[in-house]
């Protein structure tokens, strides 16, 4: 069963900055179109940021776009998210996610196949 552990999370004041990481258990994982979802109580999972498994290609939710990028360093197994001038409604759970099939980021959360477990994110006035 593949495993992605993420790490980084914390409490930041509004426009600081944090650096999300995701390890990935396999190598073959390193190859798998990843994602950034994050998820508050009471409301569904928002994609965030996806990177093909070449990191050639990205994508950004709006809300998101000009402020967080997604890498990946397959030689470590690894995808980042690194997220700069947070708000308060950046606050989340986010998690990874790997997709085994898509060779492009998609934004639907039942098109991953493996998940983490999360690592939380607030962010204060």
């Known amino acids: 069963q593949a495993q992605l552990v993420e790490s980084g999370g914390g409490l930041v004041q509004a426009g600081g900055s944090l650096r999300l990481s995701c390890a990935a258990s396999?190598?073959?994982?390193?190859?798998?179109?990843m994602a950034w979802f994050r998820q508050t109580p009471g409301k569904e999972r928002e994609f965030v940021a996806g990177?093909?498994?070449?990191?050639?290609?990205?994508l950004y939710a709006d809300s998101v776009k000009g402020r967080f990028t997604i890498s990946r360093d397959n030689a470590k197994n690894t995808v980042y998210l690194q997220m700069n001038s947070l708000k308060p409604e950046d606050t989340a759970d986010y998690h990874c996610?790997?997709?085994?099939?898509?060779?492009?980021?998609?934004?639907?959360?039942?098109?991953?196949?493996?998940w983490g477990q999360g690592t939380q994110v607030t962010v204060s006035s």
């Open positions: 996610a790997a997709d085994a099939e898509a060779r492009r980021p998609m934004e639907a959360a039942d098109e991953y196949d493996y």
């Open positions: 396999r190598r073959t994982l390193s190859y798998y179109t």
């Open positions: 990177i093909s498994g070449s990191g050639g290609s990205t």
